[in-house]
Nanobody, 115 residues
Framework: QVHLVESGGGLVQTGGSLRLSCAASGSIFSINAMGWYRQAPGKQRELVAAITSGGSTTYADSVKGRFTISRDNAKNTVYLQMNSLKPEDTAVYYC?????????WGQGTQVTVSS
């Protein structure tokens, strides 16, 4: 079992920055990759960025060049640095951990970008 706790969401103006953190605990040895998803009202949950245990990263086209995912293995924490935020980035952001045949989710953190 893996437990994920997110932090760092909030309200920011257009063009501002936020950093999300996701701390993992439990059977972290089983995790192959971690990532961030988001879900806006009335929309499906979508992948924002992911990072494998080897450090390879993937980004949604909409956030490339603005968001950076990173991990601190010593702290079992994954970060999402979000710069140049836009109103369309407003959503609940969820941390995800992918293990063999199972995925774990955090509780979500709200990010609101005002215009």
């Amino acid at each position: 079992q893996v437990h994920l706790v997110e932090s760092g969401g909030g309200l920011v103006q257009t063009g501002g920055s936020l950093r999300l953190s996701c701390a993992a605990s439990g059977s972290i040895f089983s995790i192959n990759a971690m990532g961030w998803y988001r879900q806006a009202p009335g929309k499906q949950r979508e992948l924002v960025a992911a990072i494998t245990s080897g450090g390879s990263t993937t980004y949604a086209d909409s956030v490339k060049g603005r968001f950076t995912i990173s991990r601190d293995n010593a702290k079992n924490t994954v970060y999402l640095q979000m710069n140049s935020l836009k109103p369309e980035d407003t959503a609940v952001y969820y941390c995800n951990a992918e293990a063999v045949r199972v995925q774990y989710w955090g509780q979500g953190t709200q990010v609101t970008v005002s215009s």
